[in-house]
C-alpha cells in the first residue's frame, strides 16, 4: 500500500515541476504512514477533510479518495495549503498512474485490501483498519458502501402496452381553443392574497394547463404511471403521503392514506379524467385543512415536493468532492447561482417539524451506525471446564480454523478482527459525516426553490464548522482505535477502550443530534 | 432563564370583582362552584358535551386558582388541559405537563411528578418524533414496581414505535376507568393505526368497532364521526369501496350536524365520488350540493371547482347536458372572478372533454347560450 504510493511519489519526482520542499514535507507525512499507518495529531487533522470527500465520492458514485478540506475546519491556513497541495500532487500522481481514481473519469473498481498497486494511503479503510476484508465480498468498501453488484439491464417489453405512442385520449388543442372562443381562456395563476382554504396552493402547482388535465375518454389506463410531483394526478397522491406519514393530526393521517392508496376510485367514468383531477387536488387541499397551520403547513407540504432537489445537489456537489472543496454552503451557493441569504447565528430561524420531515422524505434514507462494544477476548473460544473435552474442542478448532489454542496466551497481540467492528463502525460514522454535507445543501437548496431569498444560509454554516469539529473527534478516536491492534492484551486496559469507543459514541450522538437540529433549522427558513 | 410562554387557557385574570385581600360571599361562592367544577373535570372524561365544554370550565377554575393558588388542584388542571391540548394535536401540552409537573415537585407529590413528566415525553414524541425525546426518555428512566403504568406503557408506545402494538395493548388492558375514556379511546385508535400501517387491516377495524362504541356511549358525535372515517379510509385503501359507503355517510352527517365544514368537504367528496360511480344521480347532486356550499364557506376553490364537476356529472349522467353545461361555465366565471384560476382549468378541462365528447355542434351552442345568459345584465 505505502510502497504504491512511493513509487508514485518518485515518479512524480522525477517530474519537472516537482517542489522539493513540498516533497520534503510530504515524505515527512509520508513515513508517518509507513510506520504501521500511525499519524501525528496534526497531520490526522489535515488529512481528515478528505473523509468527508470519500464519503462524498462513494455516495456519488465515482468511489475516490481524493485529500482536500472538504468539510473540515482546519484552524491554520497552512495545513489547509498542505492539504490542498498533497491534493495536487496526489492528483498529479493519479495523471501518471494507469488506473484512473477519479477527476471525472471512469472510476476505477474499488479494492478494499491493501495489496493493490493503486491504492490510496489517504484512504479511510488504511487509517480504520480495512485490510482483512479482503475475502468478504459483501463488506463495505474503503468508503462505506457496500460494493457495487453488476447493474441489471431491463429490456424494454416490446408489446408493453403503455409504450409511448400517439395518444388518442388527449385533449385536442380544438376542444380546448373551442370552450376559450366563447369563454375566454385560462389565465395565470393569480397571486392575489388568499384567504380561508385558499391558503393550501401546494397542489395548484399542477393546474395550469387544461389540455393536460382533461382526456377525450377516461380509460383505466390513464392512471397508470402518475407519479411524481409534476403530474396532476401524481402530485395530490405525493402531498397525500406525505400527510400520511409526516402528519401531526390523525384526520390528516387518514386523508392522506386514502389519496396515496385509493386513487382509482375517485375517478369515476361519469366524472371524467378532469373530475378525477379536482377530487383528489380538493382532498389534498382538506387534507392540509385538516393538519392545520395554514402557510407554514402548505410550505412544508410544498418542499417535499422539490424531488428534483437530491439529484442535482449531488451532481453539483460531485466536482467539489472531487477537487476536495466541499462545504455544505459552498454546494449551496453553486446551486443557487450566487450567494445565498443568510443571517447570523444568532438569529437564525426557529425551527420546522414538518418542514424538517418534508425536507427528510426528499433524500436517500441515511443511516447512522451504533457503536458496538468489543471485546477484547473475542478471539479466544469458549473453554470447557472439562480438560478433556477443552482438548478436544482445540484439537478440532486446530483442524477447523487453523488456529493454535496456545496463542491464546496473556500477552497475545490484539488480532485486527476483535477491533474490526469498531473500525468499520468509525469509517461509516465518518461517511454520514461527510454525507450530511451534501444532505444539508441539498435540505437548503428544496428551501430555497419554495421560497426564494429564505436565509438558508446561516444554518449551513454552522452545521459546516460542526461537522468539521464531529469528523476531528472521530478521526481521533478512529486512530486510538486501531493503535490497539497488535497491542499485548495483558497491557490493553479494557477500560481504556471502553473509554475510546464512548468518544465514538459521543460523536455519534452529536452527529445525530446536528441532524435532527440542521433539517428543522433550514425548514425554519421557510417562515422566517 | 426564559420567561414562561403565555398560556391563555391557563394563564386567565381573576374573576371580576376579585379582591386578593377580601374573603367576602362571592370569593367564597367561587370557590366552592370552582371545587364542584374541578371535581367534574377529574371525574368526566373528554369526550361528547364534557369534551366541548372543557375549555370553560378549566378556564374558570384557573381563574379561581390565581385568587387562592393551591398546587394540587393546578397540577390536576395543568394535567386536563394538556390532555385536552393533547388530544386536539395542539403542541401547548408539553408546555402544560411540564407547569403540572413543577406543582407537582413542590409538594413533593413525586409520583404526579413522574406522570407529567411522562405525559410531556410522550407529547414531544408524538409531535416531534421520538427522537427528539429521547434524551428526556433517557433521563426519566424505567423504575421498578413503576408507579405510572399507564403512562409510561402509552409513552413506551410512542418512544419506540416497532413495540407499539405491544405497549398500547397492555396500557388497554388498565384503562378500564371511567374517567379514561378518552385515553381509551386514543389509545384504541392509535392501535387501529399502527395495525393498519402492519397491513392488519380487519383486526384494525375490529379495535375501532370497540372505540365507536365507546365514542357513541359517551355521546361524542365529533370522535364517532372520526372513528367512520377511519374505518371508510381501511375500506376504500383495501379495496372495498361498498363497505365504505356507509361509515362515510354516517362520517358525512355527524359533520353537517356539527356544522364542520371541513370534515363535510372531505367526507362528502369522497362519498359523493363513490355515488357518482355507481350511477347514484340524485345521492350525488344531493352530496355535492353540500360540499359546494361547504366549499364555498371555507374559500376551498379546489373543492368548489370539484364540487360543481360532480354535480354536473350528475346531471350528465341523466343525460341532462344543458345544466351540465351551465353549472360549469357558471362556476367558471365564478372561480375567475375570485382569481382562483387552478379550480378554473379545471373546470374549463371538464368543459374541453364535453365538447370532445358531444360534438362542437351540440356543445358550443349550448356553451354559447349559456354564456349569453350569465352575461347578461
Known amino acids: 500500500m505505502a510502497s504504491s504510493y512511493q513509487e508514485r511519489r518518485l515518479q512524480q519526482q522525477h517530474g519537472p515541476e516537482t517542489d522539493v520542499q513540498e516533497d520534503a514535507r510530504d515524505q515527512?507525512?509520508?513515513?508517518?504512514?509507513?510506520?504501521?499507518?500511525?499519524?501525528?495529531?496534526?497531520?490526522?487533522?489535515?488529512?481528515?477533510?478528505?473523509?468527508?470527500n470519500a464519503a462524498l465520492a462513494g455516495l456519488i458514485g465515482s468511489q475516490v479518495a481524493v485529500p482536500g478540506a472538504a468539510g473540515v475546519d482546519l484552524e491554520e491556513e497552512e495545513t489547509i495549503e498542505l492539504v490542498e497541495e498533497v491534493g495536487e500532487e496526489l492528483e498529479d500522481a493519479h495523471k501518471l498512474d494507469s488506473r484512473s481514481y477519479g477527476g471525472g473519469g471512469p472510476s476505477a473498481p474499488v479494492d478494499d485490501g491493501n495489496s493493490g498497486d493503486g491504492d490510496s494511503p489517504w484512504d479511510v479503510g488504511h487509517l480504520?483498519?480495512?485490510e482483512d476484508d479482503d475475502e468478504d465480498p459483501h463488506a463495505p468498501t474503503r468508503t462505506g458502501r457496500l460494493p457495487r453488484m453488476p447493474r441489471r439491464k431491463f429490456k424494454a417489453p416490446t408489446d408493453d402496452p403503455f409504450a409511448d405512442g400517439p395518444d388518442e385520449g388527449e385533449l385536442q388543442a380544438e376542444d380546448i381553443d373551442g370552450v376559450d372562443k366563447l369563454i375566454g381562456d385560462t389565465q395565470a395563476r393569480s397571486e392575489t392574497p388568499r384567504d380561508g382554504d385558499a391558503v393550501y396552493r401546494a397542489v395548484e402547482d399542477c393546474l395550469t394547463d387544461p389540455r393536460e388535465l382533461g382526456r377525450r375518454i377516461l380509460e383505466p389506463e390513464d392512471l397508470v404511471g402518475r407519479s411524481g410531483a409534476t403530474d396532476p394526478v401524481g402530485r395530490p397522491i405525493e402531498i397525500g403521503r406525505f400527510l400520511a406519514d409526516c402528519g401531526h393530526r390523525r384526520s390528516a393521517r387518514v386523508l392522506g392514506r386514502v389519496l396515496a392508496g385509493a386513487a382509482g376510485h375517485l375517478f369515476p367514468d361519469a366524472g371524467g379524467f378532469s373530475g378525477g383531477v379536482a377530487r383528489m387536488c380538493s382532498l389534498a387541499v382538506c387534507a392540509e385543512a385538516l393538519e392545520g397551520g395554514r402557510e407554514r403547513t402548505d410550505r412544508a407540504v410544498a418542499v417535499s415536493l422539490a424531488q428534483?432537489?437530491?439529484?442535482?445537489?449531488?451532481?453539483?456537489?460531485?466536482?467539489?468532492?472531487?477537487?476536495?472543496?466541499?462545504?455544505?454552503?459552498?454546494?449551496?451557493?453553486?446551486?443557487?447561482?450566487?450567494r445565498a441569504p443568510s443571517v447570523p447565528a444568532h438569529k437564525l430561524p426557529p425551527p420546522s417539524v414538518l418542514g424538517a420531515r418534508g425536507l427528510i422524505q426528499l433524500l436517500p434514507p441515511s443511516y447512522v451506525p451504533e457503536i458496538p462494544s468489543i471485546d477484547l477476548d473475542a478471539d479466544i473460544g469458549v473453554v470447557s471446564d472439562d480438560p478433556e473435552l477443552a482438548e478436544l474442542d482445540a484439537v478440532l478448532a486446530f483442524f477447523a480454523t487453523g488456529r493454535d489454542a496456545t496463542a491464546d496466551a496473556p500477552d497475545r497481540p490484539i488480532p485486527q478482527e476483535v477491533m474490526q467492528p469498531a473500525l468499520h463502525t468509525a469509517r461509516y460514522l465518518m461517511n454520514a459525516a461527510g454525507k450530511a454535507h451534501v444532505e444539508m445543501a441539498a435540505a437548503a437548496f428544496a428551501v430555497s426553490s419554495v421560497r426564494p431569498g429564505a436565509p438558508v444560509r446561516g444554518p449551513l454554516e454552522v452545521v459546516d464548522g460542526a461537522l468539521a469539529r464531529i469528523a476531528r473527534a472521530i478521526l481521533r478516536a478512529g486512530r486510538k482505535l486501531e493503535k490497539v491492534v497488535g497491542n499485548p492484551r495483558d497491557q490493553t486496559d479494557p477500560a481504556a477502550v471502553e473509554a475510546i469507543l464512548n468518544e465514538l459514541r459521543?460523536?455519534?450522538?452529536?452527529?445525530?443530534?446536528?441532524?435532527?437540529w440542521a433539517f428543522e433549522t433550514v425548514a425554519g427558513a421557510l417562515d422566517a | 432563564m426564559p420567561s414562561r410562554t403565555f398560556d391563555p387557557l391557563i394563564d386567565v385574570t381573576p374573576a371580576d370583582g376579585a379582591d386578593s385581600y377580601t374573603v367576602d360571599t362571592g370569593f367564597l361562592d367561587r370557590v366552592f362552584d370552582a371545587e364542584q367544577?374541578?371535581?367534574?373535570?377529574?371525574?368526566?372524561?373528554?369526550?361528547?358535551?364534557?369534551?366541548?365544554?372543557?375549555?370553560?370550565?378549566?378556564?374558570?377554575?384557573?381563574?379561581v386558582l390565581q385568587e387562592l393558588p393551591d398546587d394540587l388542584a393546578s397540577t390536576d388542571l395543568l394535567a386536563l388541559a394538556g390532555d385536552f391540548a393533547l388530544e386536539a394535536g395542539h403542541g401547548e401540552a408539553v408546555d402544560r405537563y411540564l407547569r403540572g409537573a413543577d406543582c407537582a415537585r413542590r409538594r413533593a407529590d413525586f409520583v404526579r411528578e413522574r406522570a407529567m413528566h411522562l405525559r410531556a415525553c410522550r407529547a414531544v414524541a408524538r409531535f416531534r418524533g421520538p427522537a427528539a425525546a429521547t434524551g428526556f426518555f433517557e433521563e426519566l428512566g424505567a423504575v421498578e414496581?413503576?408507579?405510572?403504568?399507564?403512562?409510561?406503557?402509552?409513552?413506551?408506545?410512542?418512544?419506540?414505535?416497532?413495540?407499539?402494538?405491544?405497549?398500547?395493548?397492555?396500557?388497554?388492558?388498565?384503562?378500564?376507568?371511567?374517567?379514561?375514556?378518552?385515553?381509551?379511546?386514543?389509545?384504541?385508535?392509535?392501535?387501529?393505526?399502527?395495525?393498519?400501517?402492519?397491513?392488519?387491516?380487519?383486526?384494525?377495524?375490529?379495535?375501532?368497532?370497540?372505540?365507536?362504541?365507546?365514542?357513541?356511549?359517551?355521546?361524542?358525535?365529533?370522535r364517532v364521526g372520526q372513528v367512520h372515517a377511519q374505518m371508510a379510509g381501511i375500506h376504500l385503501v383495501g379495496g372495498r369501496p361498498d363497505l365504505a359507503m356507509a361509515p362515510l355517510q354516517a362520517a358525512l352527517d355527524g359533520a353537517l350536524s356539527d356544522g364542520d365544514d371541513l370534515l363535510v368537504v372531505a367526507h362528502g367528496t369522497l362519498l359523493c365520488a363513490m355515488s357518482l360511480d355507481r350511477k347514484k344521480w340524485k345521492a350525488a347532486?344531493?352530496?355535492?350540493?353540500?360540499?359546494?356550499?361547504?366549499?364555498?364557506?371555507?374559500?376551498?376553490?379546489?373543492?368548489?371547482?370539484?364540487?360543481?364537476?360532480?354535480?354536473?356529472?350528475?346531471?350528465?349522467?341523466?343525460?341532462?347536458?344543458?345544466?351540465?353545461?351551465?353549472?360549469?361555465?357558471?362556476?367558471?366565471?365564478?372561480?375567475?372572478?375570485?382569481g382562483a384560476h387552478a379550480g378554473g382549468a379545471l373546470l374549463h378541462a371538464r368543459l374541453g372533454e364535453l365538447r370532445a365528447d358531444h360534438g362542437a355542434e351540440i356543445f358550443d351552442p349550448m356553451l354559447d347560450r349559456v354564456v349569453t345568459a350569465l352575461r347578461a345584465p
Not at chain 1, 506 to 516: I, K, N, Y
Not at chain 2, 169 to 176: I, R
Open chain 1, 128 to 130: 480504520f483498519g480495512g
Open chain 2, 145 to 222: 414496581d413503576e408507579p405510572c403504568p399507564i403512562d409510561w406503557l402509552l409513552t413506551l408506545a410512542e418512544m419506540q414505535p416497532e413495540h407499539a402494538l405491544t405497549h398500547l395493548t397492555e396500557a388497554l388492558d388498565l384503562l378500564d376507568a371511567p374517567h379514561q375514556a378518552h385515553f381509551r379511546l386514543t389509545a384504541l385508535e392509535d392501535l387501529a393505526e399502527r395495525l393498519v400501517a402492519g397491513s392488519e387491516s380487519e383486526l384494525a377495524l375490529r379495535h375501532l368497532g370497540t372505540a365507536l362504541e365507546l365514542a357513541q356511549q359517551w355521546d361524542d358525535p365529533g
Open chain 2, 37 to 63: 367544577v374541578l371535581a367534574m373535570l377529574r371525574g368526566r372524561p373528554l369526550l361528547g358535551p364534557d369534551r366541548v365544554v372543557a375549555p370553560a370550565r378549566i378556564r374558570f377554575v384557573a381563574g
Open chain 1, 28 to 52: 515527512q507525512l509520508l513515513e508517518g504512514f509507513d510506520e504501521g499507518m500511525e499519524l501525528a495529531p496534526e497531520q490526522a487533522g489535515r488529512v481528515a477533510a478528505q473523509f468527508g
Open chain 1, 506 to 516: 459521543e460523536a455519534r450522538q452529536r452527529l445525530v443530534d446536528l441532524r435532527h
Open chain 2, 285 to 338: 347532486e344531493t352530496c355535492a350540493r353540500q360540499v359546494l356550499a361547504a366549499a364555498e364557506r371555507r374559500g376551498n376553490w379546489l373543492g368548489v371547482a370539484d364540487a360543481a364537476l360532480a354535480w354536473s356529472s350528475a346531471h350528465v349522467g341523466r343525460q341532462n347536458l344543458g345544466p351540465a353545461v351551465a353549472i360549469l361555465a357558471r362556476t367558471l366565471l365564478t372561480l375567475r372572478a375570485h
Open chain 1, 308 to 338: 428534483d432537489t437530491w439529484p442535482r445537489t449531488v451532481s453539483m456537489a460531485r466536482p467539489m468532492a472531487q477537487q476536495g472543496r466541499l462545504h455544505a454552503p459552498d454546494v449551496l451557493d453553486a446551486l443557487i447561482g450566487g
